[in-house]
């Protein structure tokens, strides 16, 4: 089964293909008919392997819905997941008779709170009521669906608890898997008991997959160095592992074989007990299927276990392929096993070794890693030589050793796990310092096509390595992927179409402009979130940045590595309390911001940190205009002389050659009365409603104006101030105008090109 991984490859393309059009897929694959020398017979078969498993993902597809109506309000089940507790905020997975559920509890008392965190843990049946929410669906182009991330768990609903007690909860009594849950829970409390938590939650993560805990700063720093898979437990932790039980096995007069079976026996519920991710998965088959073969003297091509158990993963649960931890342990793991020769006769030193085998893995891992995140970092090899080492053979292994001790003593446990808190906070220091020196690339999402020109790059590259060594002939290949790379750098700036994105940040604004080729983007508000004072009990770790997590992405996704002009409309938290966010995450040409009186505490630090970067302010008011190529915009607002806050908002129109927009910040009607009395001419297709859709917005006659025939409104979804009011949206129906609302769509893309334009919505999809 040496030609195993092409089944295996086109068993994961047809799963992933699944939501688009077969034929291609299945063109593709036939055209190595036409090849010389070409298997026909293998050939055929990985046709009818990428059929079986797209006609296999469809039907498992169709067969995974909900049993529940929805008008359901009392639930029984168990506990499938260790209770998160943040502040007020109590989560879990719950596992009923049917089907799972994701829980959420908001705690009313610090007594609550308390006794939740003593007496709540996995395992554990609990009854409460509740009610069932649909969850929401992908909110933001570059944000995750998390509708379609819970049916891939067979998951379907949330459940909003209205009270859970823990005396509505009891014990059960648990079979094995359930010993090897409870095991791993207390296992994870102890760490943390005897550890800093800086440092614990990464301990848990190498020896548990437990990732929860794990400060946001440190695991950020992680996922922007390219250094997150070392938090998952991979095949290297099980390798380890294993060699760690099998010389101690030996040590203790244990024969191979026996040895070979016992491990083989315990690896599931070492599964279990490390969260059962696709990795984890994937590395506790392997190690079984190696272990028994070694047990029974078979010897067998490395490369055919692997393709076996990606065949057997994707009949057991064909969501797997969805998995970033699956895409990147398979891909990793192939790429390795095939470059073995190359690793091993062409380079005999350990570092020689170390750094071929790193290279092949970000080489192999960047078009995915791109993908979703968007974008790389040069400190990830250097990051990677590093801490593999560390993280691997000492932190692991003296981890390992110290959990039975745990148990006994934790003075005792505290002295093993002495070095690796050491080792990780030196490591922890040097991730945040590389992160203040950024030396991250961001190349934004790439197009799909784009994809299989990377590997196919990628494949050459590797059999020139292997074949010739570091040789000119690597030169091609080389180029290939560099040029692939530099169109991929560059591929928004051959866009001709113009895009304006009216972000969906909550209740706040933030509307993203690019101009054609990328002659100028700017950027009108960062949204803001609201935090209100809390009680210190009921304070979360993170308060949640609408900014970081939406417009920060919506930008790199996009490949935007500069912003021309940030504009500010007026001192509103919603409206710039991400600014400072934005100005020390992306090179800013010069900010707006509107002339008046200035004297907001917020805004006074917003201002401050822009001058700190030499970031040029230019004060903006009425009668300012500028152009690029065929885009025009007008400053209509302020004059200078309001003093309320709102009626200080920067007012552009913006003629993009065939279309207008209307911004108008928050703006209230006495502001635009003032602007309808200076006899401009208002006409615009989309008008973005002032202070989104507030009743002391959008006149009438300031609608009968501008005559949009799109109104877009910038609110969050049940909002407390019930934006938008009913009475706007009379008004603007009364106009026969198209509205269009971010807490329904999400993110609200207006695309044009010549005289054609394009909506698209993250939630709705396009029109």
């Given amino acids: 089964m040496r030609a195993g991984y092409f089944y295996a490859i086109s068993a994961a393309a047809g799963v992933f293909l699944s939501s688009y059009h077969y034929i291609w897929a299945i063109a593709g694959i036939a055209l190595f008919y036409g090849k010389k020398g070409a298997n026909t017979l293998t050939i055929s078969f990985c046709l009818a392997v990428f059929v079986f498993f797209y006609v296999y993902f469809q039907f498992t597809d169709k067969q995974n819905v909900t049993k529940f109506s929805g008008d359901e309000r009392t639930f029984t089940g168990t506990v499938m997941t260790i209770p998160e507790i943040d502040g007020d905020l109590l989560s879990f997975k719950l596992q009923t008779k049917y089907e799972k559920f994701v829980v959420h509890h908001i705690i009313l008392s610090h007594g609550m709170q308390k006794r939740l965190k003593q007496h709540l843990h996995q395992g554990m049946v609990c009854t409460f009521d509740g009610e069932l929410i649909v969850p929401e669906g992908r909110g933001n182009f570059a944000g995750m669906d998390y509708a379609s991330y819970l049916k891939r768990q067979r998951i379907h609903w949330s459940i909003k608890a209205a009270h859970l007690s823990v005396s509505a909860c009891r014990d059960k009594p648990p079979d094995l898997l359930g010993h090897a849950a409870a095991l791993r829970e207390k296992g994870i409390r102890l760490i943390e008991k005897v550890v800093e938590e800086d440092v614990s939650g990464i301990i848990n993560a190498l020896v548990f997959g437990y990732r929860e805990k794990i400060p946001v700063d440190i695991d950020e720093a992680y996922q922007r160095m390219g250094l997150s898979h070392l938090l998952a437990v991979s095949g290297f932790n099980v390798a380890i592992i294993m060699g760690m039980l099998f010389a101690g096995s030996l040590r203790m007069g244990i024969t191979r074989e026996r ?7 315990v690896l599931p519920l070492y599964v279990v007990m490390t969260g059962s991710e696709a990795s984890i998965v994937r590395a506790g088959i392997m190690g079984m299927a190696l272990l028994m073969f070694r047990r029974y003297r078979r010897r067998i091509h490395p490369l055919s276990p692997v393709s076996g158990v990606c065949l057997l993963m994707l009949l057991m649960n064909p969501y797997y392929v969805f998995q970033l931890g699956f895409q990147l342990s398979f891909m990793n793991v192939f790429a390795l096993l095939i470059s073995s020769r190359l690793i091993f006769s062409r380079y005999t030193s350990y ?35 590093l801490f593999i080492p560390l993280l691997s053979f000492v932190v ?7 959990l039975p001790i745990l148990f006994l003593s934790l003075n005792a446990a505290k002295i093993i796990l002495y070095l690796p808190v050491i080792l990780m906070k030196f490591t922890n220091s040097i991730l945040l310092h590389a992160q203040k020196n950024n030396l991250n690339f961001v190349f934004g999402q790439p197009p799909a096509y784009l994809i299989p020109i990377y590997y196919f790059g990628i494949f050459n590259l590797f059999v020139q390595w292997e074949r010739y060594g ?67 009990w009921r304070k979360r770790k993170v308060d949640y940045n609408i900014t970081k997590e939406v417009v920060l992405p919506a930008l790199k996704a996009r490949g935007i590595r500069k912003i021309d002009k940030l504009i500010l409309t007026h001192g509103d938290m919603d409206h710039i309390g991400g600014a400072e966010t934005v100005l020390s995450g992306v090179r800013i040409g010069e900010l707006l911001y509107p002339k008046g009186t200035i004297d907001g505490v917020l805004e006074t630090s917003v201002l401050n940190h822009a001058a700190s970067l030499d970031i040029p302010i230019r004060v903006t008011q009425r009668g300012q205009r500028w152009s690029v190529g065929d885009h025009l915009f007008y400053v209509l607002s302020p004059y200078g002389d309001e003093t309320e806050s709102n009626a200080q908002s920067i007012v552009l129109l913006a003629k993009m ?74 008004r603007f129906k009364k106009n026969a105008a198209v509205i269009l609302r971010t807490d329904q769509l999400g993110d609200i893309e207006i695309q044009m090109l010549g005289h054609k334009l394009k909506i698209h919505h993250s939630v709705t999809g396009s029109k």
Avoid at 259 to 265: E, F, P, Q
Avoid at 362 to 382: A, D, G, N, R
Avoid at 519 to 526: A, E, K, R
């Fill in 259 to 265: 040895a070979a079976l016992g491990i083989a026996s």
């Fill in 657 to 730: 050659k065939r279309f207008s927009f209307l911004f108008t910040g928050d703006l209230e009607e006495e502001g635009e009365k003032r602007i309808l009395s200076g006899n401009v001419p208002l006409k615009a297709d989309f008008l973005k409603a002032g202070h989104h859709g507030s009743k002391t917005s959008s006149s009438q006659a300031f609608i009968d104006a501008v005559d949009p025939i799109y109104a877009v409104i910038s609110a969050g979804k049940n909002n407390r101030y019930g934006h938008p009011h009913p009475d706007v949206v009379s």
């Fill in 470 to 536: 570091c040789h000119k002939r690597l030169l091609y290949p080389a180029s290939f992927l560099v040029l692939a790379g530099v169109f991929h750098w560059n591929v928004h700036s051959l866009d001709p179409s113009s895009t304006i994105t009216y972000l969906n940040v909550g209740q706040g604004d933030s509307t993203l402009i690019e101009l054609p080729f990328r002659q100028g983007v700017y950027l009108i508000d960062t949204g803001g979130t609201l935090n209100f004072e809390k009680e210190e």
């Fill in 351 to 385: 570092l020689a070794q170390a750094l071929v085998t790193t290279l092949i893995c970000q080489i192999v891992s960047f078009p995915i890693i791109i993908y979703h995140f968007y974008e790389t970092s040069l400190w990830s090899v250097p990051l990677n030589l």
């Fill in 396 to 402: 692991l292994p003296l981890a390992c050793l110290s």
